[in-house]
């Protein structure tokens, strides 16, 4: 009765609480499950950033409740974001709903999935719902190296999958505001983990054969802003990535998400300094117009964006670019759209998220007059992703025949197969001894699709 399956929704910080929760609860003596029909309980780590995700949260939960009328002792959780947003006022559609935990809470669910078996096995039915949406001081410290030597990706006993690559969280919350985003509520206030503490994560995970990080947090470009100083024009966001670079066994460095007015010198020059920072850049453009940037509270002009995209390509002529957009923004018109379009046609973009316009209630934005219907939010969407087909072929197109630096992270969705990414953050499917997962390897390129790429391992005297 300890079986859990958690159910993840949204971005890689997602994920990543997820893990954790995750590694909490196997040391509590529960089973991680990957199999949603052959669970105790289930928990569903939510997003709140468009209302269609919230939605389809809350479905799959109003589903998955009417387990609990053959199998009263069923616990369902709904953690994360959307309990925060919305905390016991989801009980008004999942009135049989266990446990609402906000995204400071995570490291509370153990003690709370004990208490709830506790009373089930001393034959007090459930009670009332756990609600826990409160915020915890220091709370960007309280999950943390969370990943157990040996523990499978769906944590079966005794499988050992070799970890290759890890998110790992240097920074909670938000506070730059933008009109439209609910991150600042759902995720709140800015806070950063200290270097220290990230750098001895790192060094272990690197001890344990992890290849390649990831440094999340809301707004990375701002890390350590209240903490620590500039030195010699450094912030503490590139002291963060060259100290991260020192670490011998970690060969990869990728970020995500930075705010474009984070990139000021230091990180371009970063860019050309530090080896181990992939040529890969995630920068969230959001609108080519400056009306709409003013108005969506982005403090940087379309000529500044550019600027940004320009400076990184002079270090770095290889740089992969991608970006987050949103269409139908409040007041957008034809003529503002048209300028989003001529900037993302501009930056060329290898990789980019479109978002239709999604009102999100408590954000200045949702009381904006001037909403923009859903045919012009569809078809704005559908030029971009247009254009951003064309980019994507036109940059594998270049590609074929090359080789690239692959690491190997696993079998695909197939399992007859291998899968990697290179350093610009593309996928490669190939042909590969297990024994080389966790390597980096030279893969030439002969295939591609739209978003995949094919290729053959150049191994001279390795087997494959
Ligand atoms: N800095 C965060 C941003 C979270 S939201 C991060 O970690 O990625 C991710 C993206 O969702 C934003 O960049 C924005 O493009 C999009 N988004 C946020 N709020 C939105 C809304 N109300 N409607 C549509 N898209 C939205
Ligand atoms: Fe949201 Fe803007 Fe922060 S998109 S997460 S408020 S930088």
């Known amino acids: 009765m300890n079986r859990v399956y958690i159910k993840t929704y949204g971005c890689q910080m997602n994920e990543r609480d997820s893990e954790a929760v ?32 919230e939605q389809k949260a809350i479905g799959k939960a109003g589903y998955v409740s009417h387990r609990k009328k053959k199998n009263p002792d069923f616990v369902l959780g709904i953690l994360g974001c959307m309990a925060q947003n919305r905390g016991a006022s989801l009980l008004d559609q999942l009135p049989d709903v266990d446990l609402i935990v906000g995204t400071q809470k995570f490291h509370q669910v153990p003690d709370y999935l004990d208490n709830l078996r506790a009373a089930r096995d001393a034959g007090v039915p459930i009670g009332e719902t756990i609600i826990d949406i409160a915020e915890e001081a220091g709370s960007q410290n309280t999950i943390k190296d969370h990943f157990e030597p040996g ?39 800015e806070r950063s983990r200290p270097m220290d ?20 947090g809301q707004i990375v470009t701002s890390y350590g802003r209240r903490d620590y100083a500039h030195t010699n024009g ?11 670079h020192e670490i011998d066994g970690i ?26 920072l992939c040529e890969y850049v995630h920068l ?24 940004i995209v320009d400076s990184l390509r002079a270090v770095r002529p290889d740089m992969y670019f991608s970006t987050d957009i949103i269409v139908g ?38 009381g904006m007059g001037d909403q923009i219907p859903d045919e012009v939010k569809e078809h704005r969407n559908a030029v971009l992703l247009d254009i951003l087909k064309r980019n994507s072929e036109r940059r594998n197109a270049v590609l074929l025949g090359t080789v690239e630096e692959v690491l190997v992270e696993g ?23 297990p024994r080389l997962i966790g390597q980096l390897v030279p893969l030439k390129i002969e295939r591609a699709s739209v978003s995949t790429l094919y290729g053959e391992l150049v191994l001279q005297g390795v087997e494959r």
């Open 197 to 216: 503490d990230i750098v001895t994560e790192c060094r272990g995970l690197a001890a344990r054969g992890v290849k390649e990080v990831t440094l999340l």
């Open 151 to 189: 523990a499978g990706e769906n944590g079966e006993a005794g499988e050992v999958a070799p970890q290759v690559n890890a998110f790992v969280s240097i920074q909670q919350g938000c506070n730059m505001d933008c009109a439209f985003c609910i991150v600042p509520k759902t995720r709140g206030d």
């Open 411 to 433: 079998p695909d969705k197939t399992g007859q197969r291998f899968t990697g990414r290179t350093r610009g953050n593309r996928v490669c499917i190939f042909d590969a001894n």
């Open 284 to 307: 969230p453009m959001q609108s080519g117009s400056n009306r709409i940037l003013k108005a969506m509270n982005r403090p940087y002009s379309r000529e500044r964006y550019k600027e």
């Open 22 to 53: 995750a590694a909490m609860l196997r040391a509590r003596g529960y089973r991680i499950v990957g199999d949603e029909g052959d669970c105790d309980i289930m928990l569903l780590n939510t997003c709140s950033v468009r209302d269609a995700a």
């Open 234 to 244: 450094i912030s503490p966001f590139v002291q963060l990535l060259e100290r991260v």
């Open 329 to 366: 923004f409040p007041g957008e018109t034809d003529e503002e759209f048209e300028q989003t379009r001529e900037l993302f046609e501009a930056c060329n973009y290898d990789m980019a998220y479109i978002f239709k316009y999604s009102i999100r209630s408590g954000t200045p934005a949702a």
């Open 251 to 276: 060969e990869r460095i990728r970020f995500t998400s930075p705010h474009p007015r984070g990139f000021k010198e230091d990180l371009a020059a970063a860019y050309g300094r530090l080896p181990k």
